[in-house]
């Protein structure tokens, strides 16, 4: 259980910076989010780090 959880961390960031940007453009009370660069750029780079954790866990860590 504990290495097919870990093999899925990345993936799981990359969705929560995901919902983090579509709810900033959509979500009524968040929609001032939008313009904020500090909360578009850590989603992005939410992002981007849960693809290279992905392939990092992936490909190092989780050995079968």
């Known amino acids: 259980m504990g290495n097919k959880f870990l093999s899925y961390v990345g993936?799981?960031?990359v969705l929560v910076g995901a919902?983090?940007?579509i709810l900033a453009m959509f979500a009524a009370p968040m929609y001032d989010c939008c313009d904020n660069n500090?909360?578009?750029c850590g989603s992005l780079v939410l992002i981007l780090l849960g693809v290279?954790?992905?392939?990092?866990?992936?490909?190092?860590?989780?050995k079968e």
Do not use: D, P
């Open 11 to 13: 993936v799981l960031m």
């Open 19 to 21: 919902i983090l940007m």
């Open 38 to 40: 500090w909360y578009t």
């Open 52 to 62: 290279v954790a992905h392939v990092v866990i992936n490909k190092y860590i989780t």
